[in-house]
């Protein structure tokens, strides 16, 4: 079994930067794909940014050039950074991982997922 647990989220005006932390337990932390979605309230779930265990990244058009997803395996956590936020970025993050080598963008392949962290951007 393995725990999810975000960080990081907040209130931050447009063109800030946040960075978001995901800390995973589990001994086997380093072969897990790891992901981050998105929901805003009335909308579905969004895909934001996916790793392979191996470092392999992925990234939604809409964030592409401006967040990066990283992962430390030695600390057992993922992070996402964010940079040139947007009103439209407001929404709560989740976490979520996959004992897949890479799971992309589809959140049917992940397994295990956090209780996400809120982040606001104001205009």
């Known amino acids: 079994q393995v725990q999810l647990v975000e960080s990081g989220g907040g209130l931050v005006q447009a063109g800030g930067s946040l960075r978001l932390s995901c800390a995973a337990s589990g001994r086997t932390f380093s072969r897990y794909a790891m992901g981050w979605f998105r929901q805003a309230p009335g909308k579905e779930r969004e895909f934001v940014a996916a790793i392979s265990w191996s470092g392999v990244t992925s990234y939604a058009a809409s964030v592409k050039g401006r967040f990066t997803i990283s992962r430390d395996n030695a600390k057992n956590t993922v992070f996402l950074q964010m940079n040139s936020l947007k009103p439209e970025d407001t929404s709560l993050y989740y976490c979520?991982?996959?004992?897949?080598?890479?799971?992309?963008?589809?959140?049917?392949?992940?397994?295990?997922w956090g209780q996400g962290t809120q982040v606001t951007v104001s205009s």
């Open positions: 979520a991982g996959s004992g897949a080598s890479y799971s992309g963008s589809d959140y049917s392949h992940y397994d295990y």
